[in-house]
């Protein structure tokens, strides 16, 4: 396990070292560099010199970089002036909320996704299969923003049940005490991971009642109900960890896109904002700090998987 | 992918003769015997989905690139016969420009599908050279290869198409690179796993013996024997970037006015939901599901009828 973990986690630092090299490629890519990405498209050439010997810009580029991940190690991840605030305060009001919408959606989606895969899983090539796999197919291939537009339609024009805007405020507490406007939101994104979880956890449950030990299991002569949630029901569990890390980047586009259709106030909205804003010093402080949210989300899934199934750390 | 794994294992069984899915047939390398084509392409057209799926994507063509011959409309310049309800020569309405709905769906998915064809092809091919070379090398190479794909597999794509969307300003070839620059890592993985299994193979050894390069080794052995996995993935690779460019479109960082787009159209038509103008939200998000939909159908169909064919061997 030990080897495992040092093996895995050196993985990450090396792939944390790769999205910092991104981050500073990214911003070196800006026309005219940082220095007019701050000052603005009028700068005097006087005035980037200026700039850029004030904040070492002028220094070889390599320092540059280490300075700039050492500034990263710190937590400093930059100013935006746009804002007139630090990235840091701006995350620090932003991410709370944006995380509460995305893992109640990872909750809710996985709740309904884990049954309906097995469920399909155990009544495959069935009237109930096709129709579950039809849906999960049709919302699969659906832009989630013209899911979310759709569901505005139905419930907040139509029906007048739910307000068409995600709730509004600065802090968490107007986020949670305001369910009846999180509802749209929540259902858009519970929809949108849905259609991939289920398809997984299908064929998961498939391939977990082929083993052997549920053939021995009938054999025995046990009931359908112990042989499916004793036998069958862990093993095809084991992979939604896995799953889980691995649909942390889509997860996290498709809260931005959400996030922008219901005018919620989080981080996604914050950044399809800063790039209508040319906000450039936000925009990379956020891809920062969602890269290394994923990576370790990543680590702890690999971690988790290795701790239900020793299978995998010794492989 | 274990099935498709599988796939190769029962290919090369063949006493090491090596038949690739869909042959080049040249210099007797990899090629397929037609017997095996014909049943690969036999399971897929029994598949009704697979027909629905092809039908759709021919349908989708001819009304984007066909239907503005017949259906002449005005789609640069604006007038004031604005959001109008259909009826009255215009099929689907006119938006808020007081554009012609249903020709601007045609010239709009002309954008989607050319996006959507070119990022699948460049985007593939930058994938399967270098998951083909970083599996066929093997060692530091490889390890160094694949910590560049994971590190940017961490960030998600939209975002970085969002930074590079902001920052230059996009035309319809921009749009293309830059989609395709985030587009191949899942085909790189894939083919990499795939040449990581081929390489080890009696006949790419055999190939080395008789003192072919690694240059044919990639391009004539291993890339056409992880065919299956590379066609499957390239027609998912199209309904994807149709998908990341309507997002993007959405968001307003697509192509700028009076270029068209699905995206755009529906981003122009949110403005106006609760006005009831149904006919700036339905049709070009129905255009844009049926699109996807199709190449996720027809991806599906390949993929099951390679498995078939080894179930019927």
Request: charged letters at 10%; one cysteine or more; glycine letters at 10%.
């Amino acid at each position: 396990m030990i080897a495992f973990l040092v093996k895995r986690v050196g993985q990450s630092v090396i792939v944390l070292i790769g999205v910092s090299i991104i981050a500073f490629i990214l911003e070196h890519l800006l026309p005219g560099g940082p220095a007019k990405a701050i000052l603005g498209g009028r700068a005097s050439p006087f005035q980037i010199a200026a700039f850029n010997h004030a904040n070492g810009l002028d220094k070889p580029i390599w320092e540059q970089y280490f300075v700039y991940t050492g500034n990263l190690l710190h937590g400093n991840l930059g100013r935006s002036y746009k804002l007139n605030q630090t990235v840091n305060s701006v995350l620090a009001t932003d991410l709370p909320k944006s995380i509460i919408l995305v893992g109640s959606a990872l909750i809710l989606s996985l709740i309904i996704a884990i049954p309906v895969g097995i469920f399909q899983a155990v009544r495959r090539n069935g009237i109930y299969d096709y129709a579950a796999t039809s849906v999960s197919f049709l919302l699969y291939s659906m832009p989630s923003f013209w899911l979310g537009i759709i569901l505005i339609l139905a419930f907040a024009v139509n029906l007048h049940i739910f307000p068409s805007e995600a709730p509004q405020g600065q802090t968490i507490g107007a986020i949670i005490t305001n369910p009846r406007a999180m509802f749209l939101p929540v259902i858009t994104l519970t929809l949108v991971s849905y259609a991939s979880f289920t398809r997984y956890m299908r064929s998961s449950a498939i391939e977990a009642l082929a083993q052997d030990w549920i053939r021995t299991a009938k054999a025995k002569g046990l009931s359908q109900r112990v042989i499916l949630f004793k036998h069958m029901l862990r093993n095809a569990l084991i992979p939604i960890a896995t799953l889980v890390g691995l649909s942390l980047p889509s997860l996290i586009t498709a809260g931005v896109v959400t996030e922008s259709v219901f005018n919620f106030p989080g981080t996604g909205f914050r950044f399809i904002n800063a790039a209508n804003t040319e906000d450039y010093p936000l925009l990379l402080g956020i891809i920062i700090v969602i890269g290394v949210m994923t990576v370790v989300g990543n680590l702890l899934a690999d971690i988790t998987y290795a701790v239900l199934d020793p299978r995998v750390r010794y492989r | 992918m274990s099935k498709i794994d599988d796939l190769d294992e029962g290919l090369s069984g063949e006493g090491g003769d090596n038949n690739g899915i869909i042959g080049s047939n040249s210099g007797g390398e990899a090629h397929a015997s037609g017997s095996q084509l014909k049943l690969i392409v036999q399971t897929f057209l029994e598949n009704k989905l697979a027909i629905v799926g092809i039908a759709l994507v021919i349908i989708a063509v001819l009304f984007c690139f066909v239907g503005p011959l017949f259906y002449h409309t005005n789609q640069v310049t604006t007038s004031y016969n604005i959001t109008q309800a259909p009826g009255h020569g215009h099929p689907l309405g006119t938006d808020q420009n007081g554009y012609d709905v249903l020709g601007r769906l045609m010239v709009g998915g002309q954008s989607s599908l050319e996006i959507g064809f070119s990022v699948a092809i460049i985007a593939t091919i930058i994938g399967v050279l270098y998951g083909a070379i970083a599996g066929f090398i093997g060692g530091v190479v490889d390890t160094i290869m694949m910590r560049v794909v994971d590190t940017l597999l961490s960030i998600p794509t939209l975002l970085l198409l969002i930074f590079l969307a902001a920052v230059f300003r996009p035309t319809l070839t921009l749009l293309i690179i830059v989609i395709s620059a985030v587009s191949w890592l899942s085909p790189a993985r894939l083919v990499r796993g795939e040449a990581l299994t081929l390489r080890v193979r009696d006949y790419v050894k055999a190939v080395r013996v008789m003192g072919g390069g690694s240059r044919r080794i990639i391009l004539r052995h291993i890339v056409p024997n992880a065919i299956g996995t590379i066609v499957v993935n390239a027609t998912f690779q199209i309904a994807d970037a149709i998908l990341v460019m309507a997002t993007l479109s959405y968001l307003g960082l697509g192509l700028p006015p009076p270029a068209a787009n699905w995206g755009s159209m529906l981003s122009d038509g949110v403005n106006y939901v609760y006005d009831g103008y149904w006919w700036l939200i339905y049709p070009a998000g129905i255009a844009i599901i049926l699109t996807v939909v199709a190449f996720n159908l027809i991806g599906d169909a390949i993929r099951d009828s390679l498995e078939v064919r080894l179930q019927k061997r």
